[in-house]
C-alpha cells in the first residue's frame, strides 16, 4: 500500500516536473538529459562498488545462506532466509543482496520490476523529484537543468532493473532499442564485471566506467576496498 503510494506520488511528481521542463524548451535540454542519464551511470556504478565490497553484517547467518549448498526452495533455507533478514536493517539487505548477485545473477533478472525498483524509488527518486518540484515552485530553474535532473532521476529509478535485464533473454523491445543506441549496456559488456568483480561497476549505460575503473583500481590499491568484503563472513 505504502509502496503503491509512493509510485502515486513519484508519477504525479515526475509530471509536474516535465511541465516546469516544457515551460521553457530549449537545444540545451539535449546535452543537459545526456550528461543526467551519464550521472546516473555513475551512480549505479558508486553504488555497486559500495555494496560489492563494503562487508556484510556478521554473526547473523548471511555466511550461512551465501554458501548454502541444499536446495534454497527447502523449509530450511527459507527458514533461515526469513530469520537472518529479520535481524538487519534494509541497507544490510541490500550490501547482502550485491554480493549474493555474484555467484547467482540470474536470480536479479528473475525478480519482478517493483521488487527490483522499489527501495530506489522510497529511498532516492521520490525525494529528489519533490525537491525539484519545490525548486521549480521557488525559483526560475531554466528548462535545461529540470531536463538533466528528469533524466538522472528516470536512469536512477530503472538502475536495478537496467541491470536486471542484462541477466535475462528476454526483454521488452525499448531496452532493445535503447542498447542498440548505447543508452544502455549489453550482456557482454556487463560480463566483464562478472568475470573479475573488479571492473564496469556501472550497469546502466555503462558510459562511466572508464572514469570508474582507475577510482576502483586506486581505493583497491590502498585497502579502502578488500577482497575480504567480497563474500559474507561468518
Ligand atoms: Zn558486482
Ligand atoms: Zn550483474
Known amino acids: 500500500m505504502l509502496m503503491r503510494l509512493a509510485i502515486f506520488a513519484l508519477i504525479l511528481s515526475g509530471l509536474a516536473n516535465l511541465g516546469f521542463a516544457a515551460a521553457s524548451p530549449s537545444l540545451w535540454m539535449i546535452p543537459a538529459a545526456l550528461g543526467g542519464w551519464y550521472a546516473a551511470d555513475m ?24 554458501f548454502y549448498t541444499g536446495s534454497r526452495e527447502s523449509d530450511e533455507y527459507v ?23 555474484h555467484p547467482r545473477p540470474d536470480a536479479l533478472g528473475r525478480r519482478t520490476m517493483l521488487r527490483q525498483i522499489g527501495s530506489t524509488i ?11 518540484n519545490a525548486a521549480c515552485l521557488l525559483w526560475p530553474v531554466p528548462g535545461w537543468a529540470v531536463a538533466g535532473t528528469l533524466s538522472l532521476l528516470i536512469g536512477g529509478t530503472f538502475a536495478q532493473y537496467f541491470h536486471g535485464t542484462l541477466h535475462r533473454a528476454d526483454n521488452p523491445w525499448i531496452i532493445n532499442a535503447m542498447r542498440k543506441i548505447g543508452l544502455l549496456m549489453t550482456p557482454a559488456a556487463h560480463q566483464l564485471h562478472h568475470d573479475t568483480l573488479r571492473r564496469d561497476f556501472a550497469t546502466n549505460s555503462g558510459w562511466s566506467n572508464a572514469l570508474l575503473n582507475p577510482v576502483f583500481r586506486l581505493a583497491h590499491a590502498r585497502g579502502w576496498l578488500t577482497d575480504a568484503g567480497l563474500e559474507p563472513q561468518g
Open 122 to 132: 522510497v529511498a532516492g527518486s521520490l525525494p529528489l523529484s519533490l525537491l525539484l
Open 43 to 66: 551512480i549505479s556504478g558508486i553504488v555497486h562498488m559500495v555494496m560489492d565490497y563494503h562487508p556484510a553484517r556478521l554473526g547473523v547467518g548471511l555466511d550461512r545462506l551465501y
Open 79 to 101: 527458514g533461515m532466509f526469513r530469520a537472518s533478514m529479520a535481524r538487519i536493517n534494509p541497507f544490510e539487505r541490500l550490501v547482502y543482496d550485491f554480493k549474493n548477485h
